[in-house]
């Protein structure tokens, strides 16, 4: 059973979307100093040196890890090489707002991964649930216009963010649907570390061809990349991947699906203030109906 959500957790519970805001602001204030796959690998290469000293066992020859390294493999690929890459790619051209927002259409693709690779049912009060966030997807895309619903006219990050998201799906039920060896269950430093392993191969991989097929433009060194990647290896990474955790362990999950929708407004707010992106009506009118698609879809 569920605990009460004390001050405490609902803190933690906080803190995660507001980091994962942030972290898309700052690929945003980024893009113009680094490629977006280049960053990724950037951001992940700084943050396992970090949690090196806490999961070092983890690399050890005789490690549970090296079992299971198929799934570690997959996860990487899914979690740490494919949908940060693909976000940082959407903020090329897309804002964090938009960003945010699209991806708060994970809930629909958790239903249809789960039907359509995993065999889990999907009831009725699930669907209408996914229809509403949609429904607050499309009004994202549209920029509030039903002309340029239509004619489908979509920027390339809008596009990049919807594939990270089913990114993200296949990700989230994996995790539900295998567990951990021994000598990681309950540990989120050497489970975080296990992904990371196989993550920079992926990420390190996905760089080195962006850069050989010729479309990354040079890197812009300086203290403000600096900055951004110590904020994005630090918050995000790791600091949001351990309150999120403390969080639904205390809350449960359901509880914390609610919080995780504070992102989109936690981006509208910190845009409004570092970048000038006033939020419009239509994004408060797609936040509300997100919202209340996950509401609708988690109700017994």
Do not use: K
């Amino acid at each position: 059973m569920n605990q009460r959500i004390t001050p405490g957790t609902a803190l933690l519970l906080t803190a995660a979307p507001l980091l994962w805001a942030g972290n898309a602001v700052a690929g945003r204030l980024l893009h113009t100093l680094i490629p977006p796959v280049t960053l990724n690998f950037a951001r992940w290469l700084l943050a396992f040196a970090l949690l090196l000293p806490l999961a070092w066992q983890v690399l050890r020859p005789s490690s549970p890890l090296w079992p299971h390294w198929r799934r570690y493999a997959l996860l990487g690929l899914l979690g740490i090489g494919s949908y940060n890459a693909l976000q940082y790619m959407a903020l090329q051209t897309s804002t964090p707002l938009n960003v945010t927002l699209v991806g708060s259409g994970t809930p629909v693709w958790m239903l249809l991964t789960g039907a359509l690779c995993f065999g889990v049912p999907v009831s009725r009060r699930q669907v209408a649930g996914a229809l509403l966030s949609v429904a607050g997807v499309l009004l994202v895309l549209s920029r509030g216009s039903w002309d340029q619903l239509l004619a489908l006219r979509l920027v390339p990050g809008d596009l990049y963010m919807m594939l990270a998201t089913i990114s993200w799906a296949l990700y989230s039920w994996l995790l539900v649907r295998t567990s951990e060896p021994a000598g990681v269950r309950g540990d989120w430093a050497a489970f975080l570390m296990a992904q990371m392993v196989f993550g920079l191969l992926w990420s390190g991989a996905f760089a080195a061809g962006e850069w050989s097929l010729g479309g990354a433009a040079p890197i812009v060194w300086g203290w403000p990349l600096a900055a951004g990647l110590a904020f994005i290896a630090v918050g995000p990474a790791i600091l949001a991947y351990r309150c999120w955790g403390m969080g639904v362990q205390r809350a449960g999950p359901v509880a914390g699906g609610f919080f995780i929708n504070l992102t989109p407004l936690f981006a509208a707010m910190l845009s409004a203030a570092l970048l000038g992106e006033v939020p419009h009506l239509y994004h408060a009118l797609a936040f509300a109906l997100i919202v209340g698609g996950i509401v609708v879809s988690s109700r017994r």
